[in-house]
């Protein structure tokens, strides 16, 4: 297995999703918080977190994504989760789409948008599984203001909509941003 580049900021770390991440996976994944605006059902064991370490880890050996564990520089605490859902082809290009969630005790202090300054970096400067990725998208939903203001502030521009094709019980439509790397 290659394993997962690491990105650094000024305060934080972003790796790889290890299985001593596990418990605070389940702590993520399963606080109807950080639930709210997402498509998964919380969690109900440390199996299923560890699941879905394991579905991150295939995800990269099939050159289909990754996630990166969102680490605080200073002690290692983990924070959260960032990284690529998918990779998708328009024309020539590539677009991917970005998804991401903090633990409700590092809201507000500007990790996220830490974090995410430093994935788009590493995919404007590197090619991702031999592909020149043009665009990234997030797609979130209407309601998710705080996650909206989170990518403006990075340039991501409203260019539309998208059906709600998620297992999440909101009814609200997925609005799309997009950010042009090049």
């Given at each position: ?120 970096q590493y995919l404007k400067q590197e090619r991702l599984f031999q592909k020149q990725i043009k665009y990234v998208w997030a797609e979130i ?42």
């Amino acid at each position: 297995m290659e394993y997962l580049f690491s990105i650094e900021t000024d305060r934080l770390v972003l790796s790889d999703l290890t299985e001593d991440d596990k418990n605070f996976v389940f702590e993520l994944f399963s606080n109807s918080s950080v639930l709210e605006f997402y498509d998964l059902k919380a969690f109900t064991s440390l199996e299923e977190a560890q699941a879905l370490i394991e579905k991150m880890h295939k995800k990269w050996d099939e050159q289909l994504g990754f996630r990166h564990a969102i680490r605080h520089k200073q002690d290692g605490t983990m924070l959260g989760t960032c990284g690529v859902n998918a990779i998708k082809p328009i024309g020539e290009d590539f677009s991917v789409v970005i998804g991401y969630e903090l633990h409700p005790h590092a809201w507000g202090e500007g990790y996220m948008q830490e974090a995410l300054v430093g994935l788009i970096q590493y995919l404007k400067q590197e090619r991702l599984f031999q592909k020149q990725i043009k665009y990234v998208w997030a797609e979130i939903f209407e309601q998710n203001i705080r996650s909206q203001q989170v990518v403006q502030k990075l340039g991501f521009e409203l260019i539309g909509d998208t059906a709600n094709k998620t297992g999440n019980n909101l009814s609200a439509s997925l609005l799309k941003f997009e950010l042009k790397l090049f």
